[in-house]
Nanobody, 128 residues
Framework: QVQLVESGGGLVQAGASLRLSCAAS????????MGWFRQAPGKERDFVAA????????YYADSVKGRFTISRDNAKSTVDLQMNSLQPEDTAVYYC?????????????????????WGQGTQVTVSS
C-alpha cells in the first residue's frame, strides 16, 4: 500500500509560480512511475505530467509544456511539480498518483490506467 500526500497549493495571481510536492510512503517508491493530474470543477481528471522511476524521462500535457516541470527525489520519496506562468485555466485540484505496475506503453502514462494510488489533492487557484 502506498499513501500519497500533496502540499503546496494556494491562491495566486496570473503569471505567478507555485511548487507542489507529493510525499509518498512505502519502500518501493523508487520503482514507481509517478504522475500529476488535475481536475477543474465539472470536468474530467486530466493528465498533467509524469516521470519515470529514475527521473530520466518525463511527459507533459501540451497545455503545460514549457511552463511546468516534474521532478522526483527517490531518497526523500517525493515528487514535485514546479508550475510557472500560471494562468486562470490552470485552476484545479491537483492530484499526485503512483503507477507501480510494469508493462505499460509510454503513451499509457498520459491516462489514468496505470495509476493505482492517488493522493487527496491540493487546490490551486489562479486569479486573473
Amino acid at each position: 500500500q502506498v499513501q500519497l500526500v500533496e502540499s503546496g497549493g494556494g491562491l495566486v495571481q496570473a503569471g505567478a509560480s507555485l511548487r507542489l510536492s507529493c510525499a509518498a510512503s512505502g519502500r518501493a517508491f523508487s520503482s514507481y512511475r509517478m504522475g500529476w493530474f488535475r481536475q477543474a470543477p465539472g470536468k474530467e481528471r486530466d493528465f498533467v505530467a509524469a516521470i519515470s522511476w529514475a527521473g530520466s524521462t518525463s511527459y507533459y500535457a501540451d497545455s503545460v509544456k514549457g511552463r511546468f516541470t516534474i521532478s522526483r527525489d527517490n531518497a526523500k520519496s517525493t515528487v514535485d511539480l514546479q508550475m510557472n506562468s500560471l494562468q486562470p485555466e490552470d485552476t484545479a485540484v491537483y492530484y499526485c498518483a503512483a503507477a507501480p505496475r510494469q508493462g505499460f506503453t509510454a503513451r499509457s502514462y498520459y491516462t489514468r490506467v496505470p495509476y493505482d494510488y492517488w493522493g487527496q489533492g491540493t487546490q490551486v487557484t489562479v486569479s486573473s
